[in-house]
């Protein structure tokens, strides 16, 4: 199913799809990667045997270097400026990995800007590596702007005044600062890096299907819903999870094994599934 990519190596395992991005000479998103991002996510999105996707880069310099310069001088501007109406190609890929039923988790290693972030910023969760990861959004010193959702979902992260920074600066931002502003999940020491995302991704992997999509859409909902009508939609949401199949049976389970008991709740994430 995944062998046909040219800039991504996928392996699966234990329910995990890890994407390896591999283009040398540092990751630009030529369009041949953008194809392959949209197939993969296509693909994955709908593969019964994939319950997490993790992104990580083959070069320890670079996660995705940023969109190909020479592909964005290649578009026609011979004509004036007009509205479509309708998402750009890069934004219907970055949407495949925010709705999909199934969690994306982004391992940044090294740098990652322009596009890559766009990229980044649209999958459910990033991790980073203190000392090495550095994220930044170099369109305005080019005289462009993010144009892959930078704009819109940089401020949902960091507010407005600091994706202004990011954005309009052309700045570094390391990781410490990334975890602080929210931008990173966490800020990991290197070693620490690939282990937590594996553990993580592999915890959640194992926990139902059913239940992980309806939470990451439950979740998902705050960027359209206002509060009550998110709230209304949640417990719509958590009635379906109870009419799953083997649900009544794990919630059984749990108790069986101590649920509700001083020294399992002391210990209700080790005692819930497997440990980062």
Request: charged share 25%.
């Amino acid at each position: 199913m995944y062998e046909e990519l040219t800039t991504l190596r996928v392996d699966v395992a234990d329910r995990v799809a890890v994407a390896t991005i591999d283009a040398p000479p540092i990751n630009v998103m030529t369009v041949p990667m953008l194809v392959d991002l949209m197939r993969f996510g296509t693909a994955v999105a709908d593969d019964d045997e994939v319950g997490v996707v993790v992104f990580r880069s083959a070069d320890p310099d670079f996660f995705i270097a940023h969109f190909d310069v020479e592909s964005i001088l290649a578009m026609p501007t011979d004509e004036p400026a007009e509205r479509s109406g309708t998402p750009n190609g890069f934004h219907r890929m970055c949407e495949i990995y925010r709705t999909m039923p199934k969690p994306t988790i982004v391992e940044i290693a090294g740098r990652v800007g322009g596009g890559g972030n766009e990229f980044a910023m649209a999958c459910d969760m990033r991790f980073g590596a203190v000392g090495r990861t550095i994220i930044n959004q170099m369109e305005v010193p080019l005289g462009i702007l993010p144009g892959g959702g930078g704009t819109q979902r940089l401020p949902r992260f960091v507010g407005r005044g600091r994706a202004l920074e990011i954005i309009l600066g052309g700045i570094d931002v390391d990781a410490v600062t990334a975890e602080r502003w929210g931008l990173l999940n966490r800020a990991l020491v290197p070693d620490e890096l690939t282990p937590y995302v594996d553990g993580l991704a592999r915890r959640i992997a194992s926990f139902p299907p059913g239940a992980v999509a309806l939470a990451k859409e439950s979740v998902g909902n705050v960027d359209t819903m206002s509060m009550a009508d998110g709230l209304a939609e949640e417990a719509y949401l958590f009635e379906r999870t109870l009419r799953i199949q083997g649900t009544a049976e794990r919630m059984r389970s749990f108790l069986e094994r101590g649920g509700q008991t001083r020294e399992a709740e002391l210990n209700i994430a080790d005692a819930s599934g497997p440990s980062i």
